[in-house]
């Protein structure tokens, strides 16, 4: 399996513009999860699906962020408009059930570097 | 706030070193993990360790957890320079087992 796969790697864009990240998660995982990473805060969860199905989007910083997983295979996360403070590096993570108690591995894909000016 | 604070920030040693890596939590768990960034690289997992297991091995890994204290540590024995990288630790929460809350990191930088 390749991994959790996420595009583009690097994305540079300027203040106001639409910004859409891209996961495809490891076959057979049935949970998605979307994180940011940045120096200040550290890393957050945003936001994650189960079966394709938002369970908790408590982590989105606002209106402005949005995520769709429209099948098992893909998910995005859009930003509009996006903001200086949006820049950070976004990593989209996928898990199998839970095999047992507790919470399973998480498996990151490579991240998007977003830099908005 | 995190759930997992990890300590030190950062830690500097020499090849050959055992690094010793401490992570607290506050709530009640069911498991927590470890895992490895690579600078610029998405995370991996490294180990995992359930609330009643109080110790657990991985090649030069080793894990203990003191749900008492709500604390974990990472030993990594006879570190190697590929070692360096940052670490994580993340726990479940008892009442949503659905997700992980990770810590801070602790930067190990291994030198040759």
């Known amino acids: 399996d390749a991994g959790v796969i996420q595009s583009p790697r690097h994305e540079v864009t300027e203040m106001g513009q639409e910004v859409t990240l891209r996961c495809k998660p490891i076959?057979?995982?049935?949970?998605l999860f979307w994180y940011r990473q940045t120096m200040m805060r550290g890393l957050e969860l945003l936001i994650y699906?189960?079966?394709?199905?938002?369970?908790?989007d408590s982590g989105m910083p606002e209106d402005r962020f949005s995520a769709k997983m429209p099948n098992a295979s893909f998910s995005t996360l859009k930003i509009q408009p996006s903001e200086p403070r949006d820049s950070a590096v976004y990593f989209c993570?996928?898990?199998?059930?839970?095999?047992?108690?507790?919470?399973?591995?998480?498996?990151f894909g490579p991240g998007t570097r977003l830099t908005v000016l | 706030s995190q759930q997992g604070e990890e300590d030190p920030q950062a830690l500097s040693i020499q090849e050959g070193e055992n690094a010793t890596m401490n992570c607290s939590y506050k709530?009640?768990?069911?498991?927590l993990q470890w895992y490895r960034q690579n600078s610029g690289r998405g995370l991996v997992h490294l180990i995992l360790?359930?609330?009643?297991?109080r110790e657990k091995h991985s090649g030069r890994l080793r894990v203990t957890l003191d749900t008492s204290k709500k604390s974990s540590s990472l030993l990594i024995t006879a570190s190697r320079a590929a070692d360096t990288a940052s670490y994580f630790c993340?726990?479940?929460?008892?009442?949503?087992?659905?997700?992980?809350?990770f810590g801070t990191g602790t930067r190990l930088q291994v030198f040759p």
């Open positions: 993570a996928s898990s199998l059930s839970q095999q047992g108690s507790g919470t399973d591995t998480q498996y």
């Open positions: 076959s057979g995982h049935d949970y």
């Open positions: 699906f189960n079966n394709n199905v938002p369970i908790d």
């Open positions: 709530t009640s768990i069911n498991n």
């Open positions: 360790i359930r609330s009643n297991e």
């Open positions: 993340a726990t479940d929460v008892a009442y949503n087992t659905d997700k992980l809350i």
